[in-house]
């Protein structure tokens, strides 16, 4: 059974953990994120004129995607943040959709996921949580970036972060 995707029950026994592994490897940051992963981005703001200005805010629906990244990432945050160059790679892994065909669902194999959200929208998203999180300490450190959004038979979100050599 996955979890909602914005339902995190940590002390409730019969409900699997969101969070799977975890590790820190010469320097390397590895999570999995066993979750169905949030659709809402950075991008969907909202606006409303007050005052003859245009104020801006962030809609109900962004700010539980952020929390809910933030409380899933909170327990893997490295003592020290990166403050060198990093190279980040994520793999979104979305749940198959209701009408996929019976074998590849059988064969447990990933497909790609080419309709929204949009991965750049789905990146910021994650990179803002990370910044906020002190994972490094600026998100201009990452200097090269992987990412790649799948529907397959374990959906979550894989996470590696490793310095990058020189």
């Known amino acids: 059974m996955i979890p909602h995707k914005y339902n995190i029950n940590y002390n409730n026994t019969n409900t699997r953990t969101c969070v799977r592994a975890c590790a820190h490897e010469g ?19 909202g606006a409303f004129v ?33 403050s060198e160059p990093v190279s980040l790679k994520v793999r979104w892994t979305f749940p198959y959709r209701k009408s996929e065909l019976k074998r590849i669902v059988r064969a447990a194999v990933s497909i790609p996921h080419p309709v929204r959200p949009d991965l750049d929208n789905l990146e910021k998203n994650l990179l803002d949580v990370l910044t ?35």
């Not at 999180?133 to 894989?158: A, R, Y």
Request: aromatic share 10%.
């Open 132 to 166: 906020r999180l002190n994972f490094w300490t600026d998100d201009s450190l990452v200097t090269e970036k992987s990412t790649s959004k799948w529907w397959g038979p374990k959906p979550g979100i894989d996470i590696e972060i490793r310095p990058t050599a020189f």
């Open 50 to 82: 007050c005052g003859g200005r245009i104020r801006f805010y962030t809609k109900k629906k962004v700010r539980q995607s952020e929390n809910f990244l933030a409380a899933l990432l909170s327990m893997h945050v490295p003592d020290v943040p990166f």
């Open 27 to 45: 320097g390397a940051v590895t999570i999995r994120l066993d979750c169905i992963p949030p659709t809402a981005t950075a991008q969907q703001k």
